[in-house]
């Protein structure tokens, strides 16, 4: 099985940066993916790591390690239509695993 | 437009009877499943299909059934609704179950009294 392990809740300002991060245990990884959800509403597909490293997409990062079991999605120049939940993610075989979700408030 | 559409949006319904909420893609996907989420819990898998007539327990399946005898629609069956089952239900689609992108409905929030 696997387990991702994020924490609950963020707290950021306005034009902060802000790092989420995210710690996985699972018998069979392919790579680490990102989603936001507003309010609610249907998950969006963020990023997606396969491979150690950095990726970037516009104002959003998001890397891996996998000799640490650890990813984080980094968020730059925060808005504060930012303000939403956050779920790594890990594709296995026939499933997506999600975590718990961060929930991330930014604040003027 | 390429999208994943549930249908209802909102469902309230009492305790044993039988419901079933739609789920439809245009996407041509060989992918399917049903997530439900609940607070501090996240996203949990009930059902996925990785095609027509391929369907396979996720990690949430007790009171729930699932159907694929089209490659477009993945129907949510609940026989006996409980009100443990109230939560918001989310469908899910993706090329195919190597994807590392799932496309999700708008959800389906259900209370069961």
């Known amino acids: 099985g696997q387990s991702l392990e994020q924490p609950s809740e963020v707290t950021a300002v306005e034009g902060a940066i802000v790092q989420i991060n995210c710690t996985y245990q699972t018998s069979g990884f392919y790579g680490l993916s990102w989603y936001q959800q507003h309010d609610g509403g249907a998950p969006t597909f963020l990023s997606y790591?396969?491979?150690?490293g950095l990726e970037e997409t516009g104002r959003f990062s998001s890397f891996l390690s996998r000799s640490d079991s650890y990813g984080y999605l980094l968020l730059q120049e925060l808005q504060m239509k930012d303000s939403a939940s956050y779920f790594c993610a890990a594709p296995g075989y026939s499933t997506l695993t999600f975590g718990k979700g961060t929930m991330l408030l930014v604040s003027p | 437009e390429a999208q994943v559409t549930q249908n209802p949006r909102y469902l309230i319904t009492v305790t044993g009877k039988k419901l079933t909420v739609t789920c439809s893609q245009n996407?041509?996907?060989?992918?399917m499943s049903w997530y439900r989420q609940d607070p501090g819990l996240g996203l949990r898998q009930i059902y996925y299909s990785m095609n027509v007539e391929v369907t396979d327990k996720g990690d949430v399946p007790e009171g729930y059934k699932v159907s694929r005898k089209e490659k477009r629609n993945f129907p949510l069956i609940l026989e006996s609704p409980s009100p443990n089952q109230t939560s918001l239900y989310f469908c899910?689609?993706?090329?195919?179950?190597?994807?590392?992108?799932?496309?999700f409905g708008q959800g389906t929030r259900l209370t069961v009294v």
């Open positions: 996407m041509n996907h060989e992918y």
């Open positions: 899910a689609s993706s090329y195919d179950q190597g994807s590392t992108e799932a496309f």
């Open positions: 790591n396969a491979l150690d």
